[in-house]
């Protein structure tokens, strides 16, 4: 059932495992304790950083996978995606998997999308387990974004830090799990920000605006 922008699930699909890969930075907070895996080495033994991203995204899907109890076979597709370029980091890891994937690009709320559309084929029967995921990577992201590492560029105090880290769950038409219930999707608002070094004001009307 719909109501205006959101989507009401009849049959309740339900998140039954879920992982996350976390960066060395992102580990020395409150969050940094729920990571499954928090890296000491943001290159996470690879030669660049999107290898790392790549590697952490792969790592995310497996182990969300692997804590479900579930095998390859039993997922039915992937939805994922990231921040860089032709979302190659999601496109890279989806060549580890056997099973369909699903390219989704939405900047910071892919990972909502991913775990909306894979409700909407649960809850419609389109399969029965699907796997939502995404990751991102500091270094890979400023390189894309403002200024590559290697410049050396002085950050100004306003500047956000992109995260370095990987998540994944698997929504399966299960009676176990966290239950969704609905989802909203949401319009794009553009309020004219222009600082490159402030995302957050940037985003802000996508929690700050609530409309009837």
């Not at 930075?25 to 895996?37: M, N, P, Q």
């Not at 939502?132 to 050396?152: I, V």
């Not at 319009?187 to 600082?195: E, I, L, S």
Request: net charge neutral; charged share 20%; glycine share 10%.
């Amino acid at each position: 059932m719909k109501k205006g922008n959101t989507v009401f699930f009849k049959n309740a699909p339900r998140i039954t495992s879920f992982a996350a890969v976390c960066g060395s930075k992102e580990s020395e907070g409150v969050l940094g304790t729920f990571a499954d895996i928090a890296l000491q080495d943001d290159m996470y033994g690879e030669s660049t950083f999107e290898k790392a991203e790549c590697k952490m995204l792969s790592t995310a899907i497996a182990l969300a996978i692997e804590k479900g109890g579930f095998k390859e076979k039993d997922i039915d597709v992937l939805l994922s995606g990231d921040l860089l370029n032709q979302i190659i980091s999601a496109s890279f890891a989806a060549r580890d998997f056997n099973f369909p994937f699903l390219g989704v690009y939405s900047a910071c709320s892919t990972m909502s999308e991913s775990i909306l559309l894979g409700a909407m084929l649960v809850n419609a029967g389109y399969c029965k387990r699907a796997v939502a995921a995404t990751g991102s990577h500091f270094a890979s992201a400023e390189r894309q974004y403002r200024y590559p590492l290697e410049l050396g560029c002085t950050r100004p105090p306003q500047a956000q830090w992109t995260v370095t880290g990987a998540g994944g769950c698997v929504i399966s038409d299960s009676k176990d799990g966290i239950k969704i219930v609905s989802g909203t999707m949401g319009k794009v608002c553009d309020f004219g920000v222009t600082d490159v070094n402030n995302m957050g004001a940037a985003m802000a009307p996508a929690v700050g605006i609530i409309t009837p």
